[in-house]
């Protein structure tokens, strides 16, 4: 099934940059659909962005629109969380996840997805 390997994840002052890789291993068939998701210490888990294997749809979080940029090489078997400006308020672990949908229209940050990766650690202050 979908394996999926984080890294990226490091300490960084706001208004700073990282990107976050996850390896991805036998997407297809599995699963089509690949989201970063993060969660903070007492809160929720929160969708942020997706990417559609077939054609590289992507949708994103409110509160990451224009600032965070989901992105895929398939060549690579690579999928990337660029993050910019980010904020004290995206300090989080951060998961990279996969699901199978039968339509793109689905891959979405607020839906369930079956396979998770371990995560890393961001931290912005």
């Not at 300490?11 to 991805?24: D, E, I, N």
């Not at 659909?33 to 077939?54: D, H, N, S």
Request: charged share 15%.
């Amino acid at each position: 099934h979908v394996q999926l390997v984080e890294s990226g994840g490091d300490s960084v002052q706001a208004g700073g940059s990282l990107r976050l890789s996850c390896a991805v291993s036998d997407l297809d068939p599995f699963a089509n659909c690949v989201g970063w998701f993060r969660q903070a210490p007492g809160k929720e888990r929160e969708g942020v962005a997706t990417i559609y294997a077939l054609d590289s749809g992507t949708n994103y979080a409110d509160s990451v629109k224009g600032r965070f940029t989901i992105s895929q090489d398939k060549t690579e078997n690579m999928v990337y969380l660029q993050m910019n400006s980010l904020e004290p308020e995206d300090t989080a672990m951060y998961y990279c996840a996969a699901h199978f949908f039968g339509s793109g229209i689905y891959c979405l940050p607020s839906n369930w997805f079956r396979y998770w990766g371990q995560g890393t650690q961001v931290t912005v202050s």
